[in-house]
């Protein structure tokens, strides 16, 4: 059974960066879509970024051009490199990865059937 596990949060003033880590254990080959999403306290969770295997991302808009998601293969990691973090940024955040084929980068929260158990990330004003 595949497990996610999810590393590298913590708290960052303003402008400041953080890089999230996943590790993806157990039967993966399955899984070719992977994503982060964030949620705080009364609001849904959202997607932030997504990769499929063929290395497509997407973003939410928020995040263009300070966030970037990354997966390295071989050691089945994937990463969220956070910069220009602003207080809005801060949230649970969530990795998950989805069975099946996925030819699109995807934040169907429905779709996704492993996710790792969060890390906060703070980040103050």
């Known amino acids: 059974q595949a497990q996610l596990v999810e590393s590298g949060g913590g708290s960052v003033q303003a402008g400041g960066s953080l890089r999230l880590s996943c590790a993806a254990s157990?039967?993966?080959?399955?899984?070719?879509?992977m994503a982060w999403f964030r949620q705080v306290p009364g609001k849904e969770r959202e997607g932030v970024a997504a990769?499929?295997?063929?290395?497509?991302?997407a973003y939410v808009d928020s995040v263009k051009g300070r966030f970037t998601i990354s997966k390295d293969k071989a050691e089945n990691i994937l990463y969220l490199q956070m910069n220009s973090l602003n207080p809005e940024d801060t949230a649970m955040y969530y990795c998950?990865?989805?069975?099946?084929?996925?030819?699109?980068?995807?934040?169907?929260?429905?779709?996704?059937?492993?996710w790792g158990q969060g890390i906060e990330v703070t980040v103050g004003a």
């Open positions: 157990g039967y993966t080959a399955n899984y070719y879509c």
């Open positions: 998950a990865m989805r069975s099946g084929w996925c030819s699109i980068p995807s934040f169907d929260i429905g779709g996704y059937n492993v």
């Open positions: 990769i499929v295997s063929d290395s497509s991302t």
